[in-house]
């Protein structure tokens, strides 16, 4: 018999393509752009990754993308990361120069893991950035990109777009209802 007090009693079972919870309490941060995404708290005080790093079969297509070109994720992601301040084809490109010219893509591309989550809060788990880029670079490529499109961003139209988008969703939901004047029946 379970008890019936507790809300999520007996616990949903784990469904392929959900990330399985971890065992800390969610946030409920108003400030955050969050879609339908539970986000959790690290004992440190950091948020949690949305996704693992070996998810990346959560999103096949850029799984399959990340791993035959790099460059195009890395530049989808600086770009959203630098804020629109420099383009997804120059970072692209830039990552592809360091990659063909020293092989240390990684470390490029570490430096912009580690300021997405200064700027996200998020932790370092569940190893340093510079661990996972240069052991698992493919993998937290995947997860760098699935925690934006997570946060809302639409990864293929770029920083300037999702902004004009989320202005637009702002002005709608600012807007009153349209009333008619008149009673009917």
């Not at 993308?65 to 989808?76: D, K, L, R, S, V």
């Not at 999702?162 to 029946?185: F, H, L, T, Y």
Request: net charge negative.
């Amino acid at each position: 018999m379970y008890p019936t007090e507790h809300p999520q009693w007996p616990p949903a079972p784990y469904q392929y393509g959900q990330p399985a919870p971890p065992p800390f309490a969610p946030v409920a941060d108003p400030n955050q752009q969050m879609r339908n995404q539970n986000y959790y708290m690290h004992p440190a005080g950091k948020v949690l990754w949305s996704t693992g790093l070996c998810d990346c079969c959560y999103d096949i297509p850029n799984c399959i993308i990340t791993c035959f070109c790099p460059c195009i994720t890395f530049g989808q992601i600086a770009e959203i990361v630098d804020n629109g301040s420099v383009s997804c084809v120059a970072s692209g490109v830039l990552y592809s120069i360091i990659f063909w010219m020293s092989g240390l893509a990684c470390m490029y591309s570490c430096f912009y893991r580690s300021r997405m989550r200064n700027q996200y809060m998020l932790a370092e788990t569940p190893y340093p950035d510079w661990c996972l880029h240069l052991c698992c670079e493919v993998c937290a490529l995947c997860q760098e990109y699935r925690e934006l499109k997570n946060r809302g961003f639409n990864m293929n139209i770029g920083w300037h777009a999702n902004m004009e988008n989320m202005r637009n969703r702002a002005m709608q939901m600012s807007m009153p209802p349209v009333v008619e004047d008149g009673m009917k029946r």
